[in-house]
C-alpha cells in the first residue's frame, strides 16, 4: 500500500480543522501565554516533526499548518493552508491545519502598525509595518489579531519561508540517501523526487528535521496563485474548503456548540443604555425553581444559571431586575446632536491636500447625507463556556484577539494571565462583533462563582443592546468645479459629525475600558480611523477632510466593511449627483477623473460591460458605484452595476455585476465567495440592519424586525475578477462598502428620487 491509499485510509479529522473538544470536555491546542522569546509554542505529537513553528509533518504523510487566525468563515484556514502547501509541494489531500497560540512568533505586525493611534504615544513612528516599534509591540503582546484583511499580508512571508525551509530539508534528506545535489529534487504532490526515483514526506521526515535548512530560504519564483476565470467559468476548485466537510455534516463546532462534563448554563441581563447598574431584583421570585442553579449578580449585569439555557432565561424573566444610571438613552436626541454638529461643530482637519478651502468658499454644490446606527446581526449571539478550577480558567470563546481576550478574563477574576487556558472555537459569523471581549470577562465571573463549567449565552436582545454598534454619522460634502471644464471637479471637502468610534474602539480593546468610560476618554479627539475611505479615489487636486468629533451615549465600534462603507456610500452617492449636474453619463464622469487610476478604470469598464450599462437613464432602474482599498497603487479594486427598483414592501435589488482587482488572486473560489457574501452584507446595510433607542432599549430587537434580505431577495449576481499582477488584497470588505451607493444610484434612475440615508427609505418617499 503506498502512501496515498494510507492516506484516503485516514480519520477524516486528521484533515479537519482541529477545533472540536477532546475526550474529557479539551481541545487538541490550548491556547497558553508561552514564554516571551520567540520560539515556537508548538507540541508536535511523537509522531510529528516541527519545520519553524509554521508546520508538521508527521511520519504517516500529514501536513498540519498552524493558522494564527480566527476562522469566522471568510476561509483564512484554507488560504492560508494553501499558501504552504503550494510552496512546499504537498498534496491537497494530505494537508490539515490547526489553530496556534498568540504568542509573539505569530504577531499580526501590519495590523499592529494600522491601529498604532490607538495603542502607541508615537502613531507616526509605528505605523509603518516595517518600524522596530511596532514589531515590539505586537511580538511581546502576543498580538495576532484577525481584522481588517491582513491575514495574508501579515502571514504569506513568514508562512511560504517555512514551508521553503520544510521543502529544502526533504529534499537534502532525500539527496542524502540517493547521493545526489539536494538542488536537483524536485518536491511536488507530497513525493520528493530525482529521475525514477521517489520518497513521500512521511518516510523522509524524521531525517528531515535533524538538518539544518538553508539560509535564506529557497522560495519559489511563484506563490501561491490562481488565475482569473470569466464570470460564467463553474469550475471546480482546486482548493476546496478545509472545513466544509464539517460545516456539511454538522461536527463543526462553534463557540455554543462546546459541551462539557457538569456544565451548566447561563443567561444575562444588562441595563439600557444610560442605565447601567443593577439596582434590584426579585430573587424570592425563583426561589425553589426546579433547575435554576445560581443567581450571579455584578455592578453591570445580573445572570442566572441552569441545568438548560431555558430555564436560566425564564428566572431571568421572572426576577425583573432593574437599572439605573444617569439618564436613559433615546437614540433621536442623539442623531440631532450630529446634524447639529455638523452645521456648529469644532472641526479637526484630517487631509488638506492644496487649497480646497479657498476654491470652496463658495461651493458649486453641497449636500447632506446620514447612516443610523447598525447592528452585527451574526447568527450565533455573544457566547463562551468557562471552567474554573484550582486557581486556573479555561476558555472556550471565538476571539479576534484572542491574547487580549485571555488577559481580560484574568484581569475580571483576579489571576494571572498565565493561569488562563484560551482555546479556540470559530466564530458563526462575526463582522468585528468578536473582538469585543465582554462575554469573555462575564463568563470567567460566572464561573468562578458557581464552582462547576458553565456556558454563557446572551440573549438576542442582548446582543442588541450591549455590543457597540457601528457609529451613527452626518456628513457634507462640497465640490467646486473648473470653469467651463463641462463639471471637472476642481476642489471637494467633506466634513463628517459622528462619534470617534474607532477611539472607543481602541480603548476597550488596547485598556479594557468599559464602554461608557470608552465614550468618556474618546470625547473631543479626533478619528482618522474613524474617516478613513473619505479621500475620493479620483483625480482631484484639492481634497479636504474634517472630522467633528461628536460624543453620543452609544456606544460605537467596528461592523464590516468598517468606515468604508459609509464614505463610500457618501462619495459615490455624490459623484453621481454631480454627474447629473454636470449632464454627464456618471459611468463617463467617473472614468474622466480616473486617468492616472488604470486598474480602477479597467474595473469600471469592466464592470459596464457585464451589465450593458445603458448610460445612467432615467427609468432604467441601473445605479453605478466603485471603490478602492489602499493607496492607487497597491489594495483592491471593485466597480458594481446595481439593478433596483421599488417594489411591494420596499428595494428590490434585482442583479449585481461586479468586476474586482483584488491583486494576485490566491484562492479564486473563497474570493468569490467573499464578494458574493459582502455584496449581501451591503444589500443588508443598504435595506436594513439598523436600530433605534427608546428608554436605553433597542428598537427592533429580533433578527425579524432588521429587514434584512432572505434566501428570496437575494439578486442574480455576476462577478468577474481582473487578472492582475499586484501584491493580493482581502477582497471581505469591498462588496460591502459598493453596494449601498451603487443600490441608491439604482433607485435614483428608477424612481427620480434621491436617497440619502443609509438604509435607504429611511427617510421616508
Known amino acids: 500500500m503506498d502512501w496515498r491509499e494510507q492516506l484516503d485510509q485516514l480519520p477524516v479529522t486528521r484533515r479537519q480543522i482541529i477545533a472540536g473538544a477532546a475526550v474529557g470536555g479539551g481541545l487538541a491546542v490550548a491556547w497558553w501565554l508561552w514564554p516571551r522569546h520567540y520560539a515556537s509554542p508548538l507540541a508536535p505529537g511523537p ?12 511520519t504517516d504523510g500529514v501536513v498540519t499548518v498552524a493558522v494564527p487566525q480566527l476562522e469566522m468563515g471568510q476561509g483564512v484556514t484554507t488560504v492560508l493552508a494553501q499558501v504552504a502547501a503550494v510552496e512546499l509541494g504537498a498534496d491537497w489531500r494530505q494537508v490539515g491545519v490547526e489553530p496556534v497560540p498568540p504568542a509573539g512568533l505569530y504577531a499580526n505586525i501590519p495590523l499592529a502598525a494600522k491601529w498604532a493611534p490607538l495603542w502607541s504615544r508615537l502613531p507616526a513612528l509605528a505605523g509603518d509595518p516595517d518600524s522596530r516599534l511596532a ?34 530539508l526533504l529534499a537534502m534528506a532525500a539527496a542524502a540517501r540517493w547521493e545526489v545535489d539536494w538542488e536537483e529534487c524536485e518536491v511536488e504532490q507530497g513525493l520528493v523526487r530525482h529521475g525514477d526515483r521517489q520518497l513521500g514526506f512521511g518516510a523522509l521526515v524524521e531525517e528531515a528535521a535533524e538538518l539544518d535548512p538553508p539560509d535564506p530560504p529557497p522560495l519559489r519564483v511563484v506563490p501561491a496563485s490562481e488565475e482569473a476565470s470569466p464570470a460564467a467559468a463553474e469550475l471546480a476548485p482546486a482548493f476546496p474548503r ?51 442553579v445560581a443567581v450571579v449578580k455584578s455592578r453591570r449585569y445580573l ?64 449636500q447632506d447625507y446620514a447612516v443610523a446606527p447598525a ?36 484581569k475580571a477574576i483576579g489571576i494571572a494571565p498565565q493561569d488562563v487556558v484560551l482555546y479556540p472555537t470559530a466564530a458563526g459569523g462575526s463582522f468585528d462583533a468578536r473582538l469585543e471581549r465582554r462575554h469573555a470577562i462575564e463568563v470567567a465571573q460566572i464561573a468562578s462563582e458557581v464552582g462547576r463549567p458553565v456556558q454563557l449565552t446572551w440573549p438576542r436582545v442582548q446582543e442588541f443592546q450591549s455590543l457597540p454598534v457601528r457609529p451613527a454619522i452626518s ?55 474613524a474617516c478613513e475611505g473619505a479621500v475620493p479615489p479620483y483625480a482631484i487636486a484639492n481634497v479636504a477632510i474634517d472630522h467633528v468629533p461628536v460624543s453620543i451615549p452609544i456606544p460605537s465600534g467596528r461592523l464590516r466593511g468598517n468606515a468604508l462603507a459609509y464614505t463610500a456610500f457618501f462619495i459615490e452617492s455624490f459623484i453621481d449627483e454631480l454627474a447629473e449636474r454636470a449632464g454627464r453619463d456618471p459611468f463617463l464622469y467617473r472614468m474622466e477623473m480616473l486617468g492616472k487610476s488604470p486598474r480602477m478604470a479597467d474595473c469600471l469598464r469592466r464592470a459596464t460591460r457585464l451589465a450593458g450599462w445603458d448610460g445612467g437613464r432615467r427609468g432604467t432602474g441601473q445605479g453605478l458605484a466603485m471603490v478602492r482599498v489602499g493607496s492607487r497603487d497597491d489594495g483592491g479594486r471593485i466597480a458594481c452595476v446595481a439593478q433596483a427598483t421599488l417594489a411591494e414592501g420596499g428595494v428590490r435589488v434585482t442583479k449585481l455585476h461586479a468586476a474586482v482587482d483584488i491583486g494576485r488572486i490566491v484562492n479564486h473560489d ?4 467573499q464578494i458574493e457574501g459582502g455584496l449581501i452584507f451591503g444589500l443588508s446595510l443598504a435595506t436594513g440592519s439598523s436600530i433605534a433607542y427608546e428608554d436605553g432599549k433597542p428598537v427592533p430587537n429580533t433578527l425579524a424586525g432588521l429587514s434584512l434580505p432572505t434566501l428570496a431577495d437575494c439578486p442574480e449576481m455576476v462577478i468577474e475578477f481582473l487578472p492582475s499582477e499586484a501584491e493580493p488584497c482581502d477582497p471581505g470588505e469591498l462588496g460591502v462598502a459598493v453596494a449601498a451607493p451603487a443600490i441608491a444610484n439604482a433607485l435614483y434612475s428608477a424612481t427620480g428620487v434621491r436617497f440619502r440615508r443609509l438604509p435607504l427609505l429611511s427617510e421616508g418617499l
Open 47 to 58: 509522531n510529528d516533526r516541527d519545520f519553524g513553528g509554521w508546520i508538521t509533518i508527521g
Open 670 to 673: 473563497i474570493a468569490r465567495q
Open 303 to 366: 445572570a442566572a444559571v441552569g441545568e438548560s439555557w431555558w430555564i436560566a432565561e425564564q428566572a431571568l424573566k421572572a426576577m425583573r431586575p432593574t437599572f439605573v444610571g444617569p439618564k436613559v438613552v433615546e437614540s433621536a436626541g442623539a442623531l440631532q446632536a450630529l446634524d447639529a454638529a455638523l452645521d456648529e461643530g469644532e472641526a479637526e482637519r484630517i487631509v488638506d491636500e492644496g487649497d480646497a478651502d479657498d476654491l470652496l468658499a463658495r461651493p458649486d454644490y453641497a
Open 375 to 410: 447592528v452585527h446581526a451574526t447568527i450565533e449571539t455573544a457566547s463562551a463556556t468557562a471552567r474554573f478550577d484550582g486557581g486556573k480558567l479555561e476558555l472556550w470563546i471565538a476571539a479576534q484577539a484572542p491574547e487580549l481576550t485571555r488577559r481580560a478574563a484574568a
Open 135 to 168: 514589531e515590539s509591540f505586537a511580538r511581546s503582546n502576543a498580538f495576532a489579531a484577525t481584522a481588517d484583511g491582513t491575514s495574508l499580508v501579515a502571514y504569506e512571508t513568514p508562512m511560504r519561508e517555512a514551508a521553503a525551509s520544510a521543502r529544502a
Open 242 to 292: 478545509l472545513d466544509l466537510p464539517a460545516k456539511v455534516d454538522g461536527s463543526f463546532l462553534f463557540a455554543a456548540d462546546i459541551r462539557l462534563p457538569n456544565m451548566v448554563y447561563a443567561s444575562i441581563r444588562h441595563g439600557p443604555l444610560g442605565q447601567p447598574d443593577l439596582a434590584r431584583f426579585d430573587a424570592a421570585a425563583v426561589a425553589g425553581l426546579n433547575g435554576l
Open 475 to 529: 456628513a457634507r460634502l462640497e465640490a467646486g468645479f473648473e470653469p467651463a471644464s463641462g463639471g471637472r471637479i476642481a476642489a471637494w471637502r467633506a466634513r463628517l459629525a459622528m462619534p470617534s468610534a474607532m477611539r472607543e474602539f481602541g480603548l476597550r480593546l488596547f485598556d479594557n475600558k468599559t464602554p461608557q468610560a470608552a465614550i468618556e476618554h474618546a470625547a473631543g479627539g479626533a478619528d482618522a480611523l
